[in-house]
């Protein structure tokens, strides 16, 4: 007979293969927003529904997520259960591929803005070499200057920023796009 401390070390040990989100709800109504009366497959979800699973989500690995929505026995209907799996997995994938299109753009517009920002630091400079003592020749590199830091900096900004801030929401949304749903009674 193996002991106890074994068989905790072997539970510790193997990696789970798969993470579980278990959401009660008093029926199918709590996934939706309260304010929208079109049936299931159109209905828009709840913020709250929505912030819950983002919170029971946060530690929780792509790949091999269960989202468990826990409904009343006696309130359960397997074709209502289907229409909202359906239009869960599709807002979700929806969003998910909204937001990786948003981040490429704002990648892309922070290249393109950082670049255009040294392109104006860089003609700023070579005004500067160019010993011109003119009026225009100092109001250019007056206005470049500063404006090819602003806009590198910028550029910078929305790479590493802008991207990071909008992560969780794409981590999220990319695990509930994956995720299998399953009503459970209770």
């Given amino acids: 007979m193996r ?13 789970a293969s798969h993470a579980n989100i278990s ?12 304010f929208d009366p079109r049936i299931y497959s159109e209905r828009a979800l709840s913020g709250d529904f929505l912030e ?16 468990q929505l826990m ?24 969003h998910y591929l909204m937001l990786v299109r948003d981040m490429k753009l704002t990648k892309e517009r922070g ?10 630091i860089a ?15 100092h109001f250019a590199i007056v206005l470049l200057e500063p404006a090819g830091w602003f806009t590198a900096w910028t550029g910078l900004d929305e790479i590493y920023y802008t991207v990071r801030q909008k992560k969780p929401d ?6 509930m796009s994956n ?8």
């Fill in 170 to 175: 794409l981590d999220f949304y990319e695990k």
């Fill in 3 to 15: 002991g106890v401390k074994e068989n905790v070390q072997e539970v510790f040990e193997k990696p």
């Fill in 123 to 137: 003609i700023a400079t070579y005004i500067s070499t160019l010993n011109f003592d003119t009026f225009l020749s």
């Fill in 52 to 67: 819950e699973a983002k919170m029971a989500s946060r530690d929780k690995v792509s790949g091999g997520l269960i989202l």
């Fill in 23 to 34: 959401l009660r709800l008093n029926n199918y109504g709590d996934i939706f927003s309260s």
């Fill in 71 to 94: 409904v009343p026995s006696k309130g359960r209907n397997e074709s209502d259960e289907n229409l909202i799996k359906r239009r869960l997995r599709e807002h979700f994938r929806k």
């Fill in 111 to 120: 290249i393109l803005m950082t670049f255009a920002g040294v392109l104006f």
């Fill in 179 to 186: 995720a299998e749903m399953l009503f459970i009674g209770y």
